[in-house]
């Protein structure tokens, strides 16, 4: 419940409250991809660690401690399930954080961008990817 109500105010005060003004710099590959909050040092580097980053940490570190929680024979299918729904959640996500954190690290603008874009648009057929974690888990029979 916490984090519904951290994101509503969040993305309410950032998008309703503060002044919006766009640089659009028409020589990148994504013109005005990024929210404007973003441009802002300490709010987007806060939307960056906070909430891009950290969920998906905390996603892979709850889901390895689940697995060492739970009876591997017991719930197998669940185990399995969680693992290729997470995975696939990390694989996506992961590089699309990792870039900007290069970028704020000192690799230069122009680089990691293709990749970036890649994945932002595999990220959008995670739902269309997801409906496999459950075939991945099911038994065969032959």
């Known amino acids: 419940m916490f984090f519904i109500i951290y994101d509503l105010l ?3 005060v950032v998008i309703y409250f503060l002044p919006c003004e766009n640089t659009y710099v028409y020589t990148t590959p994504v013109c005005g991809a990024l929210p404007y909050y973003q441009s802002d040092t300490i709010l987007g580097l806060w939307e960056f660690f906070v909430n891009t980053t950290a969920p998906i940490l905390i996603e892979a570190i709850a889901s390895v401690l689940l697995v060492f929680r ?3 024979r017991k719930y197998r299918r669940m185990i399995l399930q969680l693992f290729f729904v997470s995975s696939l959640n990390i694989i996506l996500n992961l590089p699309i954080s ?3 954190l290069a970028h ?3 690799l230069p603008e122009e680089y ?3 990749v970036e874009l890649f994945f932002s648009f ?3 057929r995670y739902v269309n990817f997801r409906k496999y974690a459950k075939s ?3 038994k065969c029979v032959v």
Do not use: D, H, K, R
Request: proline share 5%.
């Open 10 to 12: 969040f993305y309410i």
């Open 70 to 72: 739970v009876q591997w």
């Open 112 to 114: 990691g961008i293709e």
């Open 98 to 100: 990792l870039v900007p």
């Open 122 to 124: 595999l990220l959008q």
């Open 104 to 106: 704020l690290c000192g």
């Open 136 to 138: 991945f888990s099911t």
